[in-house]
């Protein structure tokens, strides 16, 4: 199984400021990774597929980069609406597995 | 509008049985691989079974081998999770997810979530 860690665990930041999330694979995921946001009562919502494509519809203030073990989810200034729960998934081998996710918080 | 709505979900004894079901609409069902992913209270996504679009291939996490399966009828546009022998760790919401490509891939569409609770 292919264990995913993201760091930091919580990121306090202020709204117009930049947060930049880490997600690392114990093997390589090659592109193979997306990121989700998750709100508290709402199920994940897909921003990244394959490392660095936006998915329909998210701002151009999220992006990702990376491949191999190591990936980026960059909110370049945030809005009052991104404080939430990001994770990470690889699907280049079964089990899918999800990063435990990092926590953007109001500072 | 693509859309995926589940159902079924319930407080089940330890031992017991349920069967969720996933209604999809705006878009066609058939062509795509879809997934079951749980959330236990205040826990991480776990990516519990996934099914391809004629139900030919299916995978489970070890967590639940043996125990779940899944199916899908692409007449009615609806997948389905038979839960078996069911445990106090199973205890979660349920979401079912369709992936972005025909071919699999990321998530892009989520349910809502039916919560199942195994208590007795």
Known sequence: ?107 | EMQLVESGGGLVQPGGSLRLSCAASGFTFSNYWMYWVRQAPGEGLVCVSLINPDGAITKFADSVKGRFTVSRDNAKNTLYLQMNSLRAEDTAIYYCAKSIVMSGGDLDVWGQGTMVTVSS
């Open chain 1, 1 to 107: 199984e292919i264990v995913l860690t993201q760091s930091p665990a919580t990121l306090s930041l202020s709204p117009g400021e930049r947060a930049t999330l880490t997600c690392r694979a114990s093997q390589s995921v090659s592109r193979h990774l997306g990121w989700y946001q998750q709100k508290p009562g709402q199920a994940p919502r897909l921003l990244i597929y394959d490392a660095s494509q936006r998915a329909p519809g998210i701002p151009a203030r999220f992006s990702g980069s990376g491949s191999g073990t190591d990936f980026t989810l960059t909110i370049s200034t945030l809005e009052a609406e991104d404080f939430a729960v990001y994770y990470c998934q690889q699907r280049t081998v079964w089990p899918r597995t999800f990063g435990p996710g990092t926590k953007v918080e109001i500072k």
